[in-house]
């Protein structure tokens, strides 16, 4: 009798983390997708791109990102959005200056930098980052 009931209260618990994951997402999309559409007039592509989202919570001097040795398959689908000056960047085909700040306003940002992942519109995933080219080479290399 127990482990019926176990199994199924291990397959219910499975399905309701697995429905609250896609729900978070769900809701993180919404929102991301506001932001694309209020502040920069566009919308996230159906094919799989990535957002590296840095707000200006740290310091200003100590970020300065360069995507010269990137993949040019992947700068091109690579979108790069700060609060910080586009001087703190280089090399990056898709760079956007969020000069309202609302990037800030972005719950799940959480005043860290974040690395989307997208495909067909919606997100895909949300990860914070620690290790920006390490990290997004390992994603486009799982994602190809």
């Known amino acids: 009798m127990k482990k019926p009931f176990l199994s199924i209260f291990l397959i219910f618990s499975l399905l309701a983390t697995a429905c609250h994951s ?56 690579l979108t ?9 960047f280089s090399n990056f085909k898709h760079l956007w200056e969020d000069t309202s700040k609302q990037l800030l306003n ?14 067909g519109g919606e997100v895909q995933s949300v990860s914070m980052v620690y290790n920006f080219y390490h990290q997004l080479d390992s994603l486009y290399r799982q994602n190809r």
Request: charged share 20%.
């Open 106 to 119: 972005l719950a799940f940002v959480n005043y860290t930098n974040k690395l989307l992942v997208t495909k």
């Open 80 to 88: 790069i959005i700060s609060t910080f000056p586009t001087t703190n």
């Open 22 to 77: 896609n729900n978070k997402n769900s809701e993180i999309s919404d929102v991301f997708k506001t932001y694309l559409k209020t502040t920069f007039k566009t919308r996230i592509p159906q094919n799989r791109h990535y957002y590296f989202l840095v707000p200006s919570t740290q310091c200003g001097g100590c970020n300065f990102y360069d995507g010269k040795d990137l993949d040019s398959a992947l700068n091109e689908n």
